[in-house]
């Protein structure tokens, strides 16, 4: 079984094939054959990304009664009081799902690779650290929007005890066993 850790830069596909969009994918990073992302970020967002070829793990990863943490760092524009990210952590109404409940607190600006297309806010920007433990598209993005903040920049940083450490943008490396046990 392979195991792999990816610090996945902006604007890449969490996939190896494109499908005609013309946006950089997985295979531009990882020449190993037969490894599937352990859930997804979008191509707008950064960070940690689990890959491996253990159906198993990836059905644990992305089922979310194995409630397996992910936290990320969100930059959003707007205020985000005290009231909104209760509203959030207890859960928020996107269409036809209530959210899980999950954790929102504000930080300070962490200190996060510079982007190759720079945030451009049009108002006041804040930093939130955020703990979910499920995964639906694009969840953080519209979980904001629903309190009316809008989301910037997302960059995963731990699944479960699993983190990033000081692995650059665009690089990965292979699991060890302890980090493969924590994860199972």
Sequence with gaps: MRYLLFNK?????????????????????????????????DRDSEGLLLLTDDG???????DPKHHIEK????????DP?????????????????FTRPAS???IPDPNLPARPKPVTPHGPTHWLEVKLREGKKRQIRHMT?????FTLRIFRIAIGELTLHDLPVGSWRELKTNEINSLK
């Design 9 to 41: 830069p902006y604007g890449v596909l969490s996939q190896f094939t494109d499908e005609g969009t013309g946006h950089p994918t997985l295979k531009e990073f990882i020449n190993i054959p037969n490894v599937y992302a352990a859930g997804r970020l």
């Design 81 to 97: 009081t005290q009231e909104k990210l209760t509203q959030l952590s207890n859960g928020v109404q996107l269409k036809e799902h």
């Design 56 to 62: 198993a793990l990836i059905k644990r990863l992305t």
């Design 71 to 78: 936290t990320y760092l969100v930059m959003v524009e707007g």
């Design 145 to 149: 929007a629903v309190v009316g903040l």
């Design 104 to 106: 929102f607190r504000l």
